[in-house]
């Protein structure tokens, strides 16, 4: 039986959306797919390439894209040379990112219930005075982190 690095479900969901993009299951997209599961924050491609020292720096970037593609990962573009990729936000919950413009460095964080419950306000109120039906929304904390202050 082969050993798989990802829990069942998320394997299922990689193979459904590699296939609906017309992209093939491999070893390095489960692979990445699992390490960003399991990761506790968005990750660089070098901090990919540490984790994962099998997969060649070019295969990394080019199955990253691949996956972005697929809707499994979410890529978070800093001010820093570095982009940092999640899971999708439908795979892993519904939250906000902390980006420190010194470090590049991006934390997640889940909002407070009272801006979520605003948000949902909002949202309404902008579809009825523009029409537009948003399906999520996105907000980012860009400042200062605690190791850089
Ligand atoms: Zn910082
Ligand atoms: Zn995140
Ligand atoms: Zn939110």
Redesign the pocket.
């Known amino acids: 039986m082969a050993v798989s690095s990802i829990d069942d479900w998320l394997h299922e969901i990689v193979k459904e959306r590699l296939h609906a993009a017309s992209q093939k299951v491999t070893a390095n997209r489960e692979a990445l797919v699992g390490l960003l599961s399991t990761a506790t924050r968005?990750l660089t491609i070098p901090e990919i390439i540490e984790a994962k020292p099998t997969i060649a720096q070019s295969s990394a970037y080019r199955n990253l894209v691949v996956l972005e593609d697929a809707g499994l990962v979410h890529r978070?573009v800093t001010n820093d040379d570095f982009a940092r990729y999640?899971l999708a936000e439908d795979l892993t919950g519904h939250?906000h990112?902390l980006i420190c413009t010194v470090c590049g460095s991006v934390q997640?964080v889940a909002a407070p219930e009272g801006l979520e419950r605003a948000m949902r306000v909002a949202t309404k109120s902008i579809a009825r005075t523009t029409g537009f039906r948003a399906q999520h929304h996105r907000i980012d904390l860009v400042g200062i982190c605690q190791a850089c202050t």
Do not use: A, S
Request: charged share 35%; hydrophobic share 15%.
């Open positions: 968005p978070i999640e939250h990112h997640d």
